[in-house]
């Protein structure tokens, strides 16, 4: 999400009720999240920040410039080495990482990380691709004692209530927000993410291979099958078909939670 969860987006959600998270991609900066923090408007509710570790490490002010904001949540993902749990915690602040298998979510959770996301392969952008999201949350809630995250696919009310009875804490969605009209994805993309399908995404390393980004290999990247022609790749993960038109995110983060709490409460019943 570092090409659309801005200050803008992250405000509106959090304000609408969940976490908003500012991105921090591959061409993330400590200039850019501090403009985008700027923007920032969440009525005093809680939000968090998301950093790429091997860029992190290429500029280490974007670590710096992420604690002083003293977010809720700082999630740092994609990378071995844990040390910026202790640093972020030892102020106070909340930390997660994103994982695509049960080791890696044993060894954050050895390294203190609060919570977990447990992403799996349908999962937009840059991730793991090995193993389903479900059979990955149920995996690692078996294994860990912390809180787990659902992600990847996660787009709609039914995929919200079904992670959230399958034990997950909640979850960690992108695709359904990049196209909110808070987003910082431009008509083009917007465009793009709209007419797509559940089988319209492929996983692939060209473009960071093309812009020359260091991503490991064992972490490509899903994005629109069609949208590349120009360099330019539009991330999403599978469940694309339900972003449809742009909605400001108060209106899509309601669908969610209101669509699920009905569900979760027929099954119940």
């Not at 500029?59 to 977010?71: C, K, Y």
């Not at 389903?132 to 860990?144: H, N, W, Y």
């Not at 995929?159 to 994805?185: D, K, N, P, R, Y």
Request: proline share 4%; with cysteine; aromatic share 4%.
């Amino acid at each position: 999400m570092g090409g659309a969860a801005g200050g803008a987006l992250a405000g509106a959600i959090s304000r609408a009720g969940g976490l908003g998270m500012v991105g921090m991609g591959s061409t993330g900066s400590a200039e850019r999240l501090s403009a985008e923090l700027a923007l920032l408007d969440t009525g005093g509710r809680p939000v968090g920040v998301g950093l790429v570790d091997w860029r992190m490490r290429q500029d280490p002010d974007l670590l710096r410039t992420a604690i002083a904001a003293h977010p809720t949540l700082l999630s740092v993902s994609f990378g071995g080495d844990l040390d910026w749990v202790a640093t972020a915690r030892s102020e106070g602040i909340t930390t997660t990482t994103q994982v695509a298998t049960v080791a890696e979510a044993l060894r954050a959770q050895d390294a203190g990380v609060d919570v977990v996301v447990a992403r799996g392969l349908e999962g937009g952008g840059h991730g793991g691709p090995q193993v389903g999201a479900l059979p990955l949350l149920c995996a690692v809630l078996d294994a860990l004692d912390i809180p787990v995250l659902a992600a990847g696919g996660v787009a709609s009310a039914r995929g919200l209530a079904a992670v959230l009875a399958a034990g997950a804490a909640g979850a960690w969605i992108g695709t359904l927000f990049s196209a909110c009209t808070e987003s910082l994805a431009d008509d083009r993309t917007r465009a793009v993410l709209a007419a797509a399908d559940e089988t319209t995404t492929e996983v692939t390393t060209r473009f960071d291979h093309a812009a020359g980004f260091p991503w490991p290999e064992h972490l490509p990247q899903r994005v629109i099958s069609s949208a590349g022609a120009d360099s330019s790749p539009v991330d999403a993960g599978q469940g694309v078909g339900m972003v449809g038109a742009p909605r400001p995110a108060a209106d899509v983060l309601a669908d969610l939670t209101t669509g699920a709490a009905e569900l979760l409460g027929r099954w119940s019943s």
